[in-house]
């Protein structure tokens, strides 16, 4: 069974900084390009971070470009989010997932996988 956990959310200052972690099982996700998605209250998912299967390729959208970085590391089947200088704005339910296409990784649509979500606040 395929399963995606997310781990790392809470409740954070404005300025703050959290670490999610998302931990892959059931397949050999080193192949799979993973990303991470957010999606507040009333709104719909919307795009954070991707990184390609190596790692060597990682694209991130504009709102946290400079404050968020996107890292993996295969041999734990593992891809991380650091997310810096964090704004109430980020406030949403984070999911990670995994990807076996190459193209449109910023779309939801591109993804087979994705874990349960994990929240995060910023206060102001």
């Known amino acids: 069974q395929v399963q995606l956990v997310e781990s790392g959310g809470g409740l954070v200052q404005a300025g703050g900084s959290l670490r999610l972690s998302c931990v892959a099982s059931?397949?050999?996700?080193?192949?799979?390009?993973r990303g991470w998605f957010r999606q507040a209250p009333g709104k719909e998912r919307e795009f954070v971070a991707t990184?390609?299967?190596?790692?060597?390729?990682?694209s991130l959208a504009t709102s946290v470009k400079g404050r968020f970085t996107i890292s993996r590391d295969n041999a734990k089947n593992t891809v991380y989010l650091q997310m810096n200088s964090l704004k109430p704005e980020d406030t949403a339910v984070y999911y990670c997932a995994s990807s076996k296409a190459r193209l449109r990784l910023d779309s939801p649509g591109a993804y087979e996988y994705w874990g349960q979500g994990t929240q995060v606040t910023v206060s102001s």
């Open positions: 990184i390609s299967w190596s790692g060597g390729t990682t």
């Open positions: 059931g397949l050999t996700f080193s192949s799979y390009a």
